[in-house]
């Protein structure tokens, strides 16, 4: 069983006790340059910023469907297990606007894959005539670990560090407002389904530059036979961060960060004439491949997909296959891969005195593969 950690909500007229508190709840110092948290062995001092409701970005939009009630629903329960603060982005086209974006694309496009073109421009574009700095966008079927608001704790520890040892390009301004400096990347990937077509096979066997993989110990992390797809690049407990220098490319936009920095320049590309009928994952992927775009992603993914079993829910097969729109994720077997202790599976009704009593979290990832455990 994970320990616990307590939020504090109190006045900051509390003053230096409950800064003194607060921190106490979120690491643990051991020795010289050593942190715990929650599981998390990290060798530079947190910055807390990476731990509030948005995970140290200035919002959490989630692209939200509308035939599907289920997937919002879930989200918006693991958010509020977990103390997230996701605000949906809803859908607003019409069928007409669906049939004039498939007629722009050279190759036949699905209408499932038209509207997540269309969800992810929309956010984009929201966010570009903000006055944010940074944002993290999520599919709605996405699933996370109830410990979700410590993993951005170690990557910015993690950045912060190597960057420290890099003085000629140190991306942390003074006065950002984000822990992950703004200026190493354009786009955070930390949901998608792997694929990382840059690294064939095993990373020992890939020659990469020096210090473009960044790892950390990480309790929550499923071992390689746990997890959906081989993912073994590291020793069980691993996570790593992959740099942009390393050109990691994976696929699924389940969940992925923009800064207002460079989010021009990516939208301009995402949407250049002449493209083919690919997915937006597709279109970022190959981006990132070629390196017209500085993308930084974890592996494994912090976010993945929750699915009903035998049937595909994603956004872009929502409109395409057989899932009832009105079917909810208790009328359905449902289960989340790569995902230790599901924030969907642990926030249903009654987790709270469940947590209270102590009972043990719940894990539910693919059932078809591993077994229920």
């Known amino acids: ?56 970005f200035q919002s959490i939009v989630a692209l939200a469907s509308q035939s599907s009630k289920w997937r919002l629903e879930g989200l918006m329960r693991a958010a509020n297990r977990t103390g997230l603060s996701i605000r949906a982005l809803e859908e607003t086209w019409t069928a007409g606007e669906i049939e004039a974006f ?17 969800a992810h421009l929309r956010a984009l574009e929201s966010f570009i005539e903000s006055n944010e700095t940074s944002t993290l966008i999520l599919e709605d079927d996405v699933d996370f670990d109830v410990t979700i ?71 929550t992390r499923l071992p390689p036979t746990k997890l959906h797809i081989p993912q073994d690049f590291h020793d069980d407990g691993q996570r790593s961060i992959f740099l942009p220098e390393a050109h990691p490319a ?41 390196g017209l775009l500085r993308c930084l992603a974890l592996q494994p993914e912090l976010f993945h997909h929750h699915e009903f079993r035998h ?22 077997e449902s289960y989340t891969v790569n995902i230790k202790y599901s924030a969907r599976c642990n926030s249903e009704e009654g987790w709270e005195e469940n947590w209270e009593n102590g009972d043990d979290l719940k894990t539910c990832y693919d059932h078809d593969k591993h077994g229920w455990p």
């Open 149 to 219: 608001r410590s993993q951005g704790l170690a990557i910015s520890a993690l950045l912060k560090e190597h960057y420290n040892k890099n003085p000629s390009f140190y991306p942390f301004d003074v006065g950002t407002t984000s822990p992950y400096g703004l200026r190493s990347w354009d786009i955070m990937w930390l949901g998608h389904c792997g694929g990382f077509s840059s690294f064939p096979g095993d990373l020992d066997s890939v020659d990469l530059p020096t210090k473009t993989v960044l790892t950390y110990e990480d309790a």
């Open 250 to 290: 994976p696929i699924c936009s389940f969940a992925y960060a923009v800064n207002k920095l460079t989010v021009q320049k990516l939208y301009g590309l995402v949407t250049a004439p002449g493209q083919t009928g690919a997915g937006f994952d597709n279109r970022i992927n190959e981006l990132c491949k070629n």
């Open 1 to 56: 069983m994970l320990s616990k950690h307590l939020v504090s909500r109190g006045p900051a007229v509390l003053g230096p006790l409950f800064l003194f508190l607060f921190l106490a709840s979120s690491w643990h110092f051991f020795g010289s340059r050593h942190y715990e948290v929650s599981g998390l062995t990290l060798k530079s001092r947190p910055d807390l910023s990476a731990k509030n409701s948005t995970l140290g």
């Open 311 to 332: 049937k595909k829910a994603s956004l872009v097969h929502e409109t395409d296959s057989n899932v009832s729109s009105n079917q909810t994720e208790e009328e359905m």
């Open 102 to 118: 498939e007629a722009t694309r050279s190759m036949h496009t699905s209408q499932g894959a038209a509207r997540a073109w269309l």
